[in-house]
């Protein structure tokens, strides 16, 4: 009997149907009663086929009465009535099909192949499997929750589709003993996941591969070798707080809980945090954030609402010297920034600038974000910048006096930044050293900024860039010469590490054309 | 309820007769599930059809109506019988079909392994039936009309070869006898809740 020309390592889909010794169910081409029915025989029966290989079938008619004709016989498939040209009577009782470059079976439980008397009458029946072999799956990624169970993924294959149910299992053993173990929980994360939820050792490697299988072939992964505390990952971290920093309108604080269930165990953790205006699809990103569990986001736009998220990584469990995987983001937090002039509890107010109150007088509060904005550009320092600007703030609400002596002035003017600088607040004459910031003062808790963290680089880029756009009324012009030079060699970062208790040793800022006159 | 609270020999003539109120509520119970499965069935045949490929969801498409082992079609004689006589063909008819559910969601968690929908259905749909037919078997038992003697019931030599048969037959032949099952099982519950519909109080007598 021709057959179809099967794949290379193509499967017989199913064993050839026994006798039926109980007949109470037959296959096809049971007689009806009085109808004088035939029954016919399809072969090869289920064959398994590349795609792009041809099938060569017979239908092979016996009936009552004998003598069955394959006169008027005719193929469908998949309900499609094939050409008449492709059939040909091979004798009275059989007729041949000879079908070229097949397709890819359209349902994975096989295409239908069905031979029909004269009157349309189906008389038997075949399923075509035409398909690939699978290819080699790739791109595993595997991580553990907290160290108790391991999830992985892959990718299927350069191709993908095989047009035939393709079995795929996740197999995984220690490295340098054990039996191989299939993994049996499937689709955790996906349709190409599959998930091992306990009995897993630590501080061993295993390997781990994936093997794919289908009616034409298999194929095996490469071997991925990890260790469980290296692919370590938590939850987000609980309880992400943010609020307002006094009346501080461009400032929000963050503040969180590290993942409860890694805290037993000895790990840095590594935080990073997004943030979003309300009506905003694009994040900004603080990287970096180490270890603490608070932060404050500065550089806001005022009255606005943002939506913040956290996210951690088990960095280092059990000395392991590589990152863990990061958590998810915590779900949104939103908290609002003070409107311009609103006043906190706590906050400065926003007195007119002569005699007294605080510096947080327009012009003098842009031109202030000016500088900023282009010391962290330069300077690369930009959590020094943010605290130096803290510790400014708090230094010029103790130093009205000196601030009553400044008048507006053109022309070069020492401003000592920060605390311990040795240098007097801004808008003294020339060469005229104003009141100075003592050393080692301790600030106020309200103006310390523990636990503040570099400005994401949209952050960054919106403050520099208000400060370029320069607002209403802001001065534009060359930058004064110690600027420049600044600009062209910046002074390395010095550490802030407990700073409070020790001086800032920094250059003298000397800039020309800033208004400081509170 | 192991007196006869009523007669299904003439339901007209006892019509008086109230019959118990929780014998009632059984049976408009049962009638309801009968009624919601038979919506279940149509759906699962549209589900089955779809995942064999055509021809099977062509209109005019018409496979042979195969024998099933132990079950048979509503005979065209069956609305002439008597109540209890169709309530009983009904409850063994009921009976038989789980493991032939079974088989057929055995046979397509091969063919259709990616079909999950189809596979919990079959599974469903085997439960159900086995719901429906013990509660009937209540309803005849607290009507008196339960079968007496040895009843009819599908020899298990015959159900196993059915089983049997649809894992080793040619897959066209096992869509086929899925077919067939899920017109069975179609068929079955829709003429259960028709025969209930006839108990029911204030239903067509």
């Known amino acids: ?73 005719y193929w469908t498939l998949n309900g499609r009535r094939l050409a008449p040209e492709l059939s040909r009577v091979l004798n009275a009782s059989t007729l041949a099909l000879a079908l070229a470059n097949l397709n890819g079976s359209r349902q994975q439980s096989g295409d239908n192949l069905v031979c029909h008397a004269r009157d349309g009458s189906i008389l038997a029946g075949s399923c075509l499997y035409v398909g690939l072999p699978p290819e080699k799956p790739f791109n595993i990624s595997c991580w553990s929750k907290n160290m108790k169970d391991l999830t992985c993924r892959w990718t299927p294959g350069a191709h993908g589709e095989t047009f035939l149910h393709t079995n795929y299992s996740l197999k995984y053993k220690l490295r340098w003993y054990g039996q191989d173990n299939t993994c049996e929980e499937y689709h955790t994360v996906g349709p190409h996941s599959c998930h091992v939820p306990k009995d897993l050792a630590l501080f061993t490697p295993y390997e781990i591969w994936v093997e794919a299988t289908n009616r034409l072939g298999s194929a095996r992964s490469d071997v991925l070798t990890l260790d469980i505390l290296d692919v370590v990952t938590t939850d987000p971290p609980p309880d992400v707080h943010v609020s307002r920093v006094g009346g501080l309108e461009d400032q929000l604080s963050v503040r969180w809980v590290s993942p409860p269930a890694l805290k037993d165990f000895l790990f840095q953790a590594k935080y990073q945090i997004r943030y979003r205006v309300e009506d905003s699809v694009d994040w900004k990103v603080v990287d970096d954030v180490s270890n603490q569990t608070s932060c404050r986001l500065a550089g806001l736009k005022p009255g606005t609402v943002y939506f913040v998220q956290v996210r951690c990584n088990p960095f280092g469990i059990y000395g392991s010297k590589k990152a863990g995987i990061w958590s998810e983001w915590s779900h949104p937090t939103a908290a609002s920034t003070p409107r311009s002039g609103e006043a906190g509890p706590g906050s400065p107010r926003a007195t007119p600038s002569r005699g007294g109150g ?31 600007y803290d510790q400014w703030r708090a230094w010029m609400q103790k130093s009205h006096k000196t601030r009553n002596q400044v008048g507006r002035r053109r ?108 | 309820m192991s007196r006869r609270e009523g007669s299904l020999e003439d339901p007209q003539a006892d019509s008086s007769v109230s019959l ?34 055509d021809p099977f969801g062509l209109p005019g498409f018409s496979p042979p109506r195969l024998p099933v082992a132990g079950l048979s079609a509503p005979a065209p004689s069956h609305a002439g019988l008597p109540l209890p006589e169709r309530l009983r063909l009904d409850a063994a008819a009921l009976a038989a079909l789980p493991p032939l559910l079974d088989a057929v969601r055995r046979r397509q968690a091969e063919l259709n392994p990616r079909a999950p929908r189809l596979l919990r259905h079959l599974e469903d749909a085997a439960r159900q039936v086995r719901a429906l037919g013990a509660a009937l078997e209540t309803v005849l038992a607290a009507l008196g009309a339960a079968a007496h003697g040895p009843r009819p019931e599908p020899p298990a030599t015959a159900t196993a070869a059915t089983a049997a048969t649809a894992t080793a037959a040619g897959v066209f032949p096992a869509k086929v006898l899925g077919l067939r099952v899920c017109g069975l099982y179609r068929e079955w519950v829709s003429r259960t809740e028709g025969d209930l519909s006839q108990l029911v109080p204030g239903g067509p007598a």
């Not at chain 1, 025989?41 to 792009?52: A, E, M, R």
């Not at chain 1, 062209?488 to 054309?513: E, H, K, M, T, Y």
Request: hydrophobic share 35%; with cysteine; proline share 12%.
């Open chain 1, 358 to 388: 605080e510096p947080s007088s327009g012009p003098v509060r842009r031109e202030l974000k000016q500088f900023l904005g282009w010391l962290k550009k330069h300077a690369y320092c930009s959590n020094l910048s943010f605290r130096l």
């Open chain 2, 20 to 53: 118990l109120p929780h014998l009632e509520a059984k049976i408009r119970q049962t009638h309801s599930l009968a009624h919601l499965l038979t919506k279940y069935a149509e759906q699962l045949l549209q589900e089955y059809v779809q995942h064999q490929g």
């Open chain 1, 1 to 73: 009997m021709p057959a179809g020309r099967p794949g290379p390592a193509a499967q017989s889909a199913r064993r050839p149907p026994p006798l039926l010794p109980l007949l109470l169910l037959c296959v096809l081409g049971a007689p009806r009663a009085g109808s004088g029915a035939h029954t016919a025989v399809i072969s090869p029966q289920d064959p398994t086929l590349l795609i792009g290989s041809s099938l060569q079938a017979t239908c092979s008619v016996h009936g009552d009465p004998p003598g069955a004709t394959a006169e008027g016989l």
């Open chain 1, 411 to 518: 022309g070069p003017a020492q401003v000592g930044v920060g605390e311990g600088t040795g240098r007097g607040a801004g808008g003294k004459q020339a060469g005229e050293a104003g009141p100075q910031p003592p050393r080692h003062r301790r600030l106020p808790s309200k103006h310390r900024t523990r636990g503040s963290c570099p400005r994401a680089d949209g952050a960054r880029r919106e403050v520099s860039g208000a400060g370029r756009a320069g607002g209403r009324g802001a001065r534009r012009g060359p930058l004064p010469p110690l600027a420049a030079g600044l600009a062209r060699n910046p002074p390395p970062c010095p550490s802030l590490r407990a700073a409070d208790a020790q001086p800032l040793r920094l250059p003298v800022v000397v800039f020309s054309g800033v208004s400081l006159a509170w």
